[in-house]
C-alpha cells in the first residue's frame, strides 16, 4: 500500500486549486499548470514502473480495507492509461498557452482543463463504482465548463445538448448502481465481481451488466454516438482535441473494465450485443469520415470508427485482441489529440474549417503538412508507426478467435481511414495555394508545433519501439483475462 | 412498500421521459429534474425498505436501515443540484443570446 496510486489524481487537483487564485495573471496561471502537468508526467511514469515491478498496487483510503472502504487500485492497464492521459493532457496544456488567448485564461480555462483531467484519472484508477460515477461527474462538470466558455452562438447551442445527454445518462447510471447494488450487496469492483462468480451471473445480472452497457456506450459514443459530432465541433481545437482523446476513452475504458472484471460469465450473449455495436459504430462512423468535407468532422467521425474498433478487442476476449485493444486504445488517445491539434493549426493557418476554401498550404508550413501526414499515416496503420501494431494484434486475435466479419469490417475501415485523411492532405496541403482571407499573412505556429511534434515521437517510438512496450502491454492483458488476479489484489484473502 | 415505491419511481420516470422529449427548454429541465428524482428514490426503494431504526449509533438499537444508500443519495443530490443549477443558467444565457427556447429552432444549419 503507498500513498503514490492516489498521487497522479492529487497534484492536478492540486494544480487546479492553486490557479483559481490567480486568475487575473495568466502568466502566472501558465507556470503553475504547465510545471504541474509536468511533474504529473514523472509521477504515472514512476507508477507505471512501480506496478510492472511489483504487481498491482492499491490503496484503501482511511485504512478502512476493502470492500468497506473507497480503495483505488492502480493495475497495469490503468496505470498505463493514467500515464498516457498526463501525457496527452500535457501536450494539449502547451499548445492551449498560445492558442486559446487571454480572455479565456482569465475566466478560469486552466482550472476547468485541470479538474477534467483529474476526473479522467480519477476514473481510470477507482476501484468502486460510485466512486467511478463522481469522477466521472468531476469529469463531465468541467468539460461542461470548457465546452462553453468563450459563450458564442453556436458553443451555447451545442452545450445545451451535450449536458442534457449526459444529465440523462447520469441519471441512468445511478439507476444501474441502485439496481446493481440491490442484486449483489456491495460497491468495489472485486467484491462485486466475487459475489457475481457465487451467483453464476444468472439472466438479472446480464440485464443489469447491459443497462451500464448503455450508459458507457452513450459516454464513450459506441453506437450511441448521435451527441458527438455536434458537440465537438463548438469547442475550440484544443479543447476539441483534450476530449477527443480523453472523454471517450473514459467510457471505453469503463466498458472494457466491467466486462473483463465483472460480467464475464455470459459472454456469448454479452459480447455478440457489443459485436453488433461495434461493427454498427464503424460502417456509421466511416460513412460520417467518407462524406463530409470539413477538417473537424472527418477527425471527429474518425474518433467514433476507432471506438468500434477497439471494441473489437473486446469482444474477441482472447490474449491476443485484449493486447489489441489496450495498445490501440493509448495509441489512439494519443494519435487523435495530435491529429486534432494539428487540424486545429489548418484552420488557424487557412482561416476556414472548410476542405474546398483551402489548399496548399505545404508550400508555407511544410513542417505542419509532413507531421499531418505522418500522423494520418499512424492512423491508418501503416507498419513503423504505433497504429499499426495495435491493429495487427486486434486482427491475429479475430481471426483466431473466428471472428471473421467483425474483424473484416475493422480491417475495411482501414482503407475508408486512409481515403479520409487523404481527403485533407490531397485537398488542404497540395494543390495551389488558396486561404479563406485575401492575402493571408503567414500565422506564426510557433509554440504550437512542439507540443504537436512530442506527441508525434511518442507515437513513433511507440511503433518503433514496440518490442519495449509489448511487456507492459502483456501485464495488463494478463489482468483482464484473469479478474482473480485483481480480486486478490485488492480483497488479499 | 417496494411496490408502491417501484411504481411511483416508475411514474416519475414516464412524465421525465415525456418532458425531455418536449419542445420547450424548460420542460426539458425539469423532466431532467423528476428524472432525477425518480433515480434517487428508486436507490432508496432498490436498498430494501425493511423498518429499522435511523442509523443513528445514539438511538441504542438493534437494527437499523441500511445508511449506505443514504449516503449514496446525497452525493448524487448535490451533483445533480450543481449540474441543473448550471443548466439552468446555460439555458438563460441562451435565451438571451440565440432568443429562443424551441428545441426545434435550436437545431442548426452547417452554414455557422
Not at chain 2, 63 to 88: C, E, H, K, M, R
Amino acid at each position: 500500500m503507498s500513498n503514490l496510486v492516489v498521487l497522479p489524481m492529487l497534484i492536478p487537483l492540486l494544480t487546479g486549486i492553486i490557479i483559481i487564485f490567480f486568475y487575473r495573471t495568466p502568466s502566472i496561471q501558465r507556470i503553475i499548470a504547465g510545471a504541474g502537468a509536468l511533474l504529473n508526467i514523472a509521477v504515472s511514469a514512476y507508477l507505471v514502473q512501480r506496478v510492472y515491478n511489483e504487481g498491482i498496487l492499491t490503496l484503501n483510503f482511511g485504512g478502512w480495507m476493502p470492500p468497506f472502504g473507497i480503495s483505488f487500485v492502480a493495475d497495469m492497464f490503468s496505470a498505463l492509461l493514467v500515464l498516457t492521459t498526463s501525457l496527452v493532457s500535457t501536450a494539449c496544456l502547451f499548445y492551449a498557452f498560445k492558442s486559446i488567448g487571454e480572455e479565456k485564461e482569465r475566466h478560469h480555462f486552466y482550472v476547468f482543463f485541470q479538474f477534467v483531467v483529474v476526473g479522467v484519472v480519477g476514473s481510470f484508477l477507482t476501484g468502486d463504482i460510485f466512486n467511478l460515477f463522481v469522477c466521472f461527474e468531476v469529469m463531465l462538470i468541467a468539460s461542461y465548463g470548457m465546452i462553453v466558455l468563450g459563450g458564442t452562438k453556436l458553443q451555447l447551442r451545442e452545450s445545451l445538448k451535450y449536458i442534457l445527454v449526459n444529465v440523462v445518462s447520469s441519471a441512468l447510471f445511478v439507476g444501474a448502481v441502485a439496481y446493481l447494488y440491490a442484486i449483489v450487496g456491495t460497491l468495489n469492483f472485486a467484491h462485486i465481481s466475487q459475489r457475481v462468480a457465487e451467483v453464476g451471473q444468472p439472466g438479472i445480472l446480464t440485464v443489469s451488466s447491459l443497462v451500464f452497457l448503455v450508459i458507457f456506450s452513450v459516454k464513450a459514443g459506441l453506437f450511441l454516438f448521435f451527441w458527438l459530432p455536434g458537440s465537438y465541433k463548438a469547442p475550440p481545437a484544443v479543447v476539441t482535441a483534450l476530449f477527443g482523446a480523453l472523454l471517450t476513452k473514459v467510457g471505453i475504458y469503463a466498458i472494457i473494465r466491467i466486462y473483463t472484471i465483472i460480467f464475464y460469465h455470459d459472454q456469448a450473449f454479452t459480447h455478440t450485443i457489443i459485436g453488433w455495436m461495434a461493427a454498427a459504430t464503424i460502417v456509421l462512423g466511416a460513412l460520417g469520415a467518407v462524406a463530409y468535407r470539413d477538417v473537424p468532422r472527418i477527425l471527429i467521425y474518425n474518433i467514433v470508427i476507432a471506438v468500434g474498433f477497439i471494441m473489437i478487442g473486446l469482444v474477441v476476449a482472447n490474449q491476443q485482441a485484449l493486447e489489441g485493444a489496450i495498445f490501440y486504445l493509448i495509441h489512439d488517445m494519443i494519435v487523435k489529440a495530435l491529429l486534432f491539434l494539428l487540424g486545429g493549426m489548418m484552420i488557424t493557418v487557412a482561416g476556414t474549417p472548410r476542405l474546398a476554401e483551402m489548399g496548399g498550404i505545404i508550400k508555407r508550413y511544410p513542417a505542419l503538412g509532413w507531421m499531418f501526414f505522418i500522423a494520418a499515416m499512424a492512423l491508418v496503420g501503416v507498419p513503423p508507426l504505433s497504429g499499426f501494431v495495435g491493429k495487427l494484434l486486434i486482427v491475429q486475435g479475430g481471426f483466431s478467435g473466428g471472428w471473421y466479419w467483425l474483424t473484416a469490417i475493422g480491417l475495411a475501415s482501414s482503407l475508408l481511414i486512409l481515403y479520409s485523411m487523404m481527403k485533407i492532405f490531397m485537398n488542404g496541403f497540395w494543390g495551389e495555394e488558396k486561404y479563406a482571407a485575401e492575402d493571408a499573412e503567414p500565422v506564426s505556429l510557433k509554440g504550437m508545433l512542439a507540443p504537436a511534434a512530442c506527441l508525434l515521437t511518442i507515437s513513433i517510438l511507440m511503433g518503433v519501439g514496440a518490442e519495449w512496450v509489448y511487456p507492459y502491454i502483456s501485464q495488463a492483458g494478463e489482468v483482464l483475462l484473469n479478474p482473480q488476479l485483481y480480486i486478490d489484489a485488492v480483497l488479499k484473502e | 412498500m417496494e411496490i408502491l415505491m417501484s411504481i411511483a419511481v416508475g411514474v416519475l420516470f414516464a412524465v421525465g421521459t415525456y418532458l425531455i422529449l418536449t419542445r420547450s427548454l424548460i420542460r426539458i429541465i425539469l423532466g431532467t429534474t423528476l428524472l432525477t428524482h425518480g433515480v434517487h428514490l428508486l436507490l432508496l426503494t432498490m436498498a430494501g425498505l425493511k423498518t429499522g431504526g435511523v442509523p443513528l449509533l445514539g438511538e441504542q438499537l438493534t437494527n437499523y436501515t441500511d445508511p449506505l444508500p443514504q449516503a449514496l443519495i446525497l452525493t448524487s443530490i448535490v451533483i445533480s443540484f450543481g449540474v441543473t443549477s448550471f443548466f439552468f443558467v446555460l439555458a438563460y444565457r441562451a435565451y438571451q443570446e440565440l432568443g429562443t427556447d424551441d428545441m426545434e429552432q435550436l437545431r442548426g444549419r452547417d452554414d455557422e
